[in-house]
């Protein structure tokens, strides 16, 4: 390791464990290697919005077209229009100019939004709803997992039911509360509630986004426990690797 | 009261303020009364108040009389005050229409208010007797006499007769007193001896009941037991000061005749005898006692008594604006200060109703409030206040140690570097695998080598400890193959993150950048910019990122490359795989840019945490996205088929004892939830 890698290590394990003191409370340390991120990432960004997108998209061409050749109706489209719509868009940053930038914001928000809403219904909306249609014949088979016969039959009725009663958990067009009141309980044993049929679909359906919830809470437990993995490693390393540049 | 309201300006004045200090009028009242009239001078002689019957030993004219008698004065002569005007409207307005006309009206017009000199007024029956309407009267009793066969002794005849009956007294007359008396001092016609006071002097007294106009009865006009004869109460003796009216009736200066002026017998006794009718002596009879021992106090007591009937006392407009008036003797009147008669005394003033202090009326107006309003009107009061209330700096509570985050935390990072450290325990690697694994595996061993594989790192610093580890047996798996690769992302520190990982595999099979790997870089503008690149990608992303020197110098971008010479659109890669922590980052890709990805697979490298929300993408009818590899696990199964030993591996003993040590803090929570719970049903 060379020794600008083991200065990089050392400091990245002193930042580790700054972060880690957390543990003990909301300490200057840790603000201390916060503040050091956001800075150093900030930094990186703007950097890389220079080189990646600012220079080669705005400024390369303008040099690369030259004053006499701003005139060219392709250059208007190309060079020009863009740099009018970012001066413009720069307007925003005072509040008494800030109307004239309304033009590059419209246009962003305008195409952003007709295009995140266009894919929403395209990619999302219409495949899921198919999704949830799926034959409960034994013949089918899934075309990713390769399900078939008893097993497909129970995973397609287990995706029904659970989209049928999540969406009636939510109560759409009934008027019950979501903790049941009003409604005539199915029996009392030994003083726990048996709901009624419609307050049962939605504890099934309260049982499904459980899980859910359940799942994605042991996912992102699963993802940090794997990084408090590596940033063990990664300080077990360093301290190796400096106490042996020591030694 | 801390403060009074002008009844002119409605301004608010001192409360001691006699005046308005903005307008200038008055703010306490100025009280009518004095001993203008009095009767009406005396305390409890109040308009409209309550009057008390006289005891009979106030035989006020009795005494009177013997004074006179003795001095040997003559009768003052009682005039009538002229009237030449009609009736006052509310007078009017109270008789009820179609009234039959009965002795001494005209019209609807009572003989006695007629001016002089007018046909029956008082002035002709002074000059030639008896006025005519009470000649009529005569003659009309004396017929009907005739006819029933009664003796011809009327009632006023009977009057005369009766004990007690003395002559009236000689003529008395009353200057006038400017500025005291309602009507403007004139000169008054007299007032006739002989003429009948009202319309009930008409009939005898025990007849009156039986004749009395209906209206009048319900007006109020309840006659006296028969036979009482209350006229000689109202004449003062001869030679005797005037007196005010003897029961401290209310006194009506407008029906008091003039001193002076032509007078005429009261009924037309020469004895000066006036001859009250029954429901006039009933009024009387209500007078405050307290009136008697000032009535022939005073100056004003000159002038001649008259009184209102109580019926037509309780119809005066004044007592429905003002029950209680406090009349003042006239040292204490005020001196009028505005208006036509200012500089005037004892001026029978308007302001008092007007100055009245009362309420207001926009202030008197009370609100039906209902609890709810006021809770919430007290809730907005409240939040107006604190909006002015001054935050107090909460001190900031010193860190206490939480013992049961020293807990977990210590058992989390004993178990985790346990096996870091010592390498032991050790876990074996899993031997089942997901069952999309197999097919991604295949789908990986498939693809054209010819054609570049994109690698899309779209995730942050935070999660390269699981996301390398998960993506790099693919990686190694696609280099293995020798496809070329290029990489993007849509963060600005994916591209840092992109280049370490490559910088750390391509060593290990050949790969050189600028030749089998090239970095597009940084590509901005979330959804719009990945439709856009999968449209045109050499027009979403115009140069590369860490291209090697001699190519920056040759000016040559990533896109001249040999990886991506041939790649004009997304479907020209033989793979996209994004590698991401984040399901909207997988969702953009999944929905932006599959549809223009023809046959090319879309294969996401996930997070744990994300794989739920990516998943339905896959499992799809028709999938949006071809292959899954999420997890350690999972990564740790590919590392397997592929045999060798990656980062998964490496991670793997530490991984398994902190899955152990979470799920037993896990369940160590749900067991004392579940105890806590059991503990608190038995309480209850």
């Known amino acids: 390791m060379t020794t600008p890698e083991l200065i990089a290590s050392f400091l990245g394990a002193i930042i580790t464990l700054m972060v880690l003191s957390y543990l003990f409370a909301d300490n200057p340390l840790f603000r201390l290697a916060i503040h050091i991120f956001i800075g150093s990432a900030s930094g990186y960004a703007g950097a890389i919005a220079w080189h990646n997108v600012l220079k080669p998209g705005l400024v390369d061409p303008l040099f690369a077209v030259g004053l006499r050749g701003i005139a060219q109706p392709s250059a208007l489209v190309t060079v020009v229009l863009p740099w009018i719509l970012v001066l413009v868009l720069l307007l925003k940053l005072s509040p008494r100019t800030s109307r004239y930038g309304t033009l590059s914001m419209a246009l962003l928000v305008g195409v952003g939004a007709a295009v995140v809403v266009g894919g929403a219904v395209s990619g999302t909306l219409v495949p899921q709803t198919l999704a949830s ?9 899934a075309p990713q997992t390769g399900e078939t016969g008893l097993e497909r039959m129970i995973n397609v009725s287990l995706v029904l039911l659970g989209t049928i009663t999540t969406l009636l958990y939510f109560r759409f067009g009934q008027r019950q509360s979501l903790t049941g009141e009003g409604e005539t309980p199915l029996a009392v044993i030994s003083g726990v509630t048996i709901p009624g049929p419609a307050g049962l679909i939605r504890a ?41 540049a020591l030694g | 009261m801390s403060e009074q ?24 009242p100025l009280d009518p009364g004095g001993s203008a009239s009095g009767s009406a001078s005396q305390p409890g002689s109040r308009l409209g108040g309550e009057r008390q019957p006289v005891p009979p030993e106030q035989d006020w004219l009795d005494r009177i009389r013997a004074e006179s008698e003795a001095a040997g004065e003559p009768e003052p002569d009682f005039t009538a005050e002229p009237v030449t005007g009609e009736l006052p409207s509310w007078l009017e307005e109270m008789k009820p229409e179609g009234s039959p006309p009965e002795a001494g009206e005209e019209g609807g017009r009572v003989s006695a208010f007629k001016a002089a000199g007018e046909p029956g007024g008082m002035e002709a029956a002074d000059e030639s007797g008896p006025p005519e309407w009470l000649r009529r009267i005569r003659a009309r009793e004396e017929e009907r006499a005739q006819d029933t066969g009664e003796s011809g002794q009327d009632w006023l005849s009977g009057l005369r007769g009766s004990p007690g009956a003395e002559p009236e007294p000689e003529d008395v007359s009353y200057p006038p007193r400017p500025g005291r008396d309602m009507a403007a001092p004139r000169p008054a016609a007299p007032e006739s001896r002989d003429l009948p006071p009202e319309r009930p002097r008409e009939r005898p007294a025990a007849a009156s009941q039986e004749a009395m106009p209906s209206w009048l009865r319900q007006a109020g006009g309840q006659d006296a037991p028969p036979g009482q004869d209350r006229a000689a109460e109202q004449l003062p003796p001869s030679g005797s000061p005037p007196t005010t009216p003897p029961f401290g009736l209310p006194h009506v200066q407008a029906l008091i005749g003039e001193g002076g002026a032509g007078e005429a017998p009261l009924g037309g006794k020469p004895e000066g005898e006036v001859d009250l009718p029954d429901w006039m002596d009933a009024a009387s009879l209500e007078g405050p006692a307290e009136a008697l021992p000032a009535a022939s106090e005073g100056e004003d007591s000159r002038l001649a008594p008259a009184t209102l009937p109580s019926w037509l006392e309780a119809m005066r407009p004044v007592e429905t604006f003002r029950p209680v008036v406090q009349i003042q003797t006239e040292d204490d009147q005020a001196v009028e200060s505005a208006g036509p008669l ?9 302001e008092p109703l007007v100055a009245m202090p009362r309420t207001a009326t926009v202030g008197s107006m009370q609100l039906a409030v209902s609890e709810r309003q006021y809770a919430q009107a007290e809730l907005l009061h409240r ?35 346990l096996p870091v450290l010592s390498g032991s325990p050790r876990f074996s690697l899993p031997s089942l695998e997901p069952r999309e694994l197999g097919s991604l595996f295949t789908l990986i061993d498939t693809l054209p080598a010819e054609r570049p594989a994109l690698l899309v790192f779209d995730y942050e610093p935070g999660y390269s400890g699981e996301l390398d580890a998960v993506g790099e047996a693919l990686i190694e798996q696609i280099m293995v193959r020798g496809i070329p690769i290029a990489t993007m992302t849509t963060r600005p520190t ?16 050949d790969y050189v950048p600028g030749e089998e790997v090239v970095h597009l870089g940084y590509l901005s503008g979330g959804a719009t910019a990945v439709q856009l690149f999968s449209l045109r990608p050499r027009e979403a992303i115009l140069q590369g990122f860490d291209l090697p020197e001699d190519m920056q110098e040759a000016g040559i971008t990533a896109w001249d490359t040999p990886v991506l010479r041939g790649v004009t659109a997304l479907s020209d890669f033989s793979l996209v795989t994004v590698i991401t922590a984040g399901t909207e980052t ?14 090319t697979p879309l294969v996401m490298v996930l997070s744990a945490g994300a794989e739920p929300m990516v998943r339905p993408y896959y499992e799809a009818r028709e999938p949006r996205v071809n292959g899954i590899l999420t997890g350690l696990p999972a990564a740790t199964a590919y590392e397997r088929r592929m045999g060798q030993e990656g980062l998964a591996a490496q991670r793997w003993n530490a991984f398994g004892t902190a899955m152990l040590a979470s799920e037993f803090i896990l369940a160590a929570g749900i067991a004392y939830g579940l105890v806590q719970w059991w503990m608190a049903r038995q309480e209850r």
């Not at chain 1, 986004?209 to 360093?238: K, N």
């Open chain 2, 586 to 599: 997988a969702r953009v890709w999944a929905e932006q840019a599959k549809n223009y990805m023809g046959q």
């Open chain 2, 5 to 28: 309201r002008c009844p002119m300006c409605s301004r608010p004045n001192p409360p001691e303020a006699h005046e308005c200090w903005h307008c200038g009028a008055r703010l306490t």
């Open chain 2, 342 to 350: 200012a500089g005037l005394r004892g001026v029978l003033i308007a």
């Open chain 2, 494 to 509: 994916g591209s840092l993150l992109a280049m370490r990982v490559i910088d750390r595999l391509g060593p290990r099979h």
């Open chain 1, 204 to 244: 099934v359906g309260k049982a499904f986004i459980a899980v859910t919830f359940g799942v994605m809470y042991a996912g992102a437990l699963s993802a940090a426990l794997v990084v408090l993995v590596e940033r063990l490693q990664f300080l077990r390393d360093t301290l190796s690797n400096l106490f042996g």
């Open chain 1, 133 to 141: 249609m799926e034959s409960l014949s034994p013949a089918s088979v």
């Open chain 2, 383 to 417: 939040m107006v206040e604190d909006e002015e209330r001054e935050v107090q700096a909460s001190r900031r509570a010193r860190p206490q140690l939480n013992f049961i985050r020293w807990a977990v935390a210590g058992v989390l990072l004993f178990a985790t570097a």
